[in-house]
């Protein structure tokens, strides 16, 4: 024998139930996410923004007189964990040295200092943890200078 349940009715209090357990699922969901692009983001670019919209036409002119100068660098990581740039068109003599940050996550912060290859690459002197980092390259020689930024794969 089959036992009959007497059939619920739907209430308004049912569809307040419905509507707020969503809604709050939602809300959760959104206050998660929030904290973890506000935890990952590391401060401000600029200080302030209308200072660096006035500079920005001298910064693009710095940009093309660095262009100019036709040096390049790439960067890569050894096995044991040390940065690799290989160059093209540095002159002798030239210096470089790097500022790391992690683009994500933990504040990390590095420095960096090269030393030249017979092959004209450069080798950090020091090992970097695993993970992505952000290099701010600088090369100096004859007394100019080359700024670039990349990412270390």
């Known amino acids: 024998m089959s036992k009959k349940t007497a ?3 739907f209430t308004g209090r049912h569809m307040l139930m419905v509507m707020v357990g969503g809604f709050g699922v939602v809300v959760a969901v959104n206050f998660y996410m929030a904290s973890l692009a506000t935890g990952g ?3 401000v670019v600029v200080d302030n923004t209308y200072v660096a919209s006035q500079k ?3 910064w693009l002119e710095d940009a093309e007189k660095v262009r100019a100068l036709g040096w390049e660098a790439d960067l890569s990581r050894d096995a044991q964990g040390h940065v690799i740039a290989s160059t093209t068109g540095l002159p002798a003599g030239a210096t470089m040295t790097a500022e790391l940050r992690r683009p994500l996550g933990e504040h990390e912060f590095a420095s960096l200092t090269f030393a030249r290859g017979e092959d004209g690459s ?3 002197t ?3 943890p695993t993970g992505r980092w952000i ?3 600088s090369v100096t020689a004859g ?3 080359w700024i670039d930024e990349q ?3």
Do not use: D, K, V
Request: proline share 4%; charged share 25%.
């Open 56 to 58: 920005f036409n001298g």
């Open 126 to 128: 020091e090992a970097i």
């Open 151 to 153: 990412r270390i794969p």
């Open 122 to 124: 450069f080798r950090s």
């Open 135 to 137: 290099a701010r390259l």
């Open 7 to 9: 059939a619920r009715e």
């Open 143 to 145: 007394g100019q200078s």
């Open 41 to 43: 983001f590391h401060g």
